[in-house]
């Protein structure tokens, strides 16, 4: 009886957990497509003709009376999100940490970038500042809500889970924000047959993402659940946030083999990134592509990197989830060094190129996140999360500038994309570097058989 007993506390106990584990993949169906239709597609276009609306002769806008190009004023929106995203996921982390209550800050973050988008409706005419601030306060609370969500990831699954349940993550992000992109897409390439306005069909789609985030939300939050952490006082207060955060650097320092996988992450990382954001400049500038093009090959990546992690979640249980991300580092240089070759005006090979990345692609994120879980003490999740999403979000500046550079310099956008290539050699050297099993250990967790 005695046996019984425990085999069905020990079945409930995986119920309830995979059932925490299925809302937990729901955050990234709520908010992976601010990311894809938001923030790839939509509004630097729309935001960058409203602010041209409201520039002066010479092309300028003044936001606080300071002189911006108008066709300047989007990436610079994004990079003060940035600065603010830094700034505040520290605080957060050690909040939530040292209380256990992820859940009211995961609602505040996720709440308040639903709302930001979707007041992003309201962009017509000559709001270019309403719409910097929208996106300001939309990409950071996306920044600190992400950061609380991967921090769930060591709580809800046991180390040999962890890959498959991260992956899993990852492929319900992108099979969202496929499905709302070409939702977006049949209205804003049909906008006159629906009656509306090319202006009225951005903002639409805009808004759309701010509501579809804030409606499936509610999944994770009804069944997600917060626990106590050990050693924690959720009496003592928040205010010296900065001096805690200075102490939990000082606590990765003692940590310095999970120290050497942040620093190859944000290597190869920032070579991910840095593909992601330029791939579009590199196929209408290089290769001569349609806008049209474009945005399919966005559509495309999104599709097959639902399969990509899944795939690369499964070899990850046979290799270990270290050697499958050094192989898929692999892959990356393969692709871009077959890019650099690509004919110009031959979209299908531009289409082969992106099926490429989007195999790739949501395999490496979601293994590099799985991995990590596994390198922070437990306790301390949202601390030691807060690092990862800077260096995911506040450190991905070197690519693009390397990228800049090379095409100053040689005038080539292909020698620029071939340069990432570093990126991905220095990333793979400094992982292989990194013993993992004693990693693991020196953080305090058991070590998974295959790792």
Known sequence: MGTDTVRAGSADEAADRRREQRGWYFYDWACSVYSTSVLTVFLGPYLTSVAKNAADSDGYVHPLGIPVRAGSFFAYSVSLSVVVAVLVMPLVGVAA??????????????????????????????????????????????????????????????????????????????????????????????????????????????????????????????????????????????????RQLAATVRDMRRHPLTLAFLLAYLVYNDGIQTVISQASIYGSEELDLGQSTLIAAVLLVQVLAVAGALALGRIARTYGAKRTILGSLVAWAVVLGAGYFLPAGAPVWFFVLAAGIGLVLGGSQALSRSLFSHLVPPGKEAEYFSAYEMSDRGMSWLGPLLFGITYQVTGSYRDAIISLVAFFVIGFALLARVPVRRAISDAGNPVPERI
Not at 131 to 138: E, I, N, P, T, W
Not at 199 to 209: E, K, N
């Open 97 to 242: 940490d040292r209380t256990g209550r992820k859940k009211p800050l995961l609602a505040a973050a996720a709440y308040t970038g639903a709302a930001a988008t979707t007041g992003m409706f309201f962009l017509g005419g000559e709001r270019y500042l309403l719409g910097g601030v929208l996106l300001v306060v939309a990409n950071a609370a996306a920044a600190v809500g992400t950061m609380l969500y991967n921090s769930y990831l060591p709580q809800i699954a046991p180390p040999e889970e962890r890959d498959a349940v991260s992956s899993k993550g990852w492929a319900f992000g992108y099979a969202a924000g496929a499905l709302v992109l070409v939702a977006n897409l049949v209205l804003y390439m049909g906008h006159d047959s629906f009656g509306l306005s090319e202006s009225a069909a951005v903002r639409i789609c805009l808004a759309s993402a701010g509501l579809w985030w804030g409606a499936f939300a509610l999944i994770p939050l009804r069944r997600l659940r917060d626990r106590r952490s050990s050693g924690r006082d959720d009496q003592e207060p928040t205010a010296p946030g900065f």
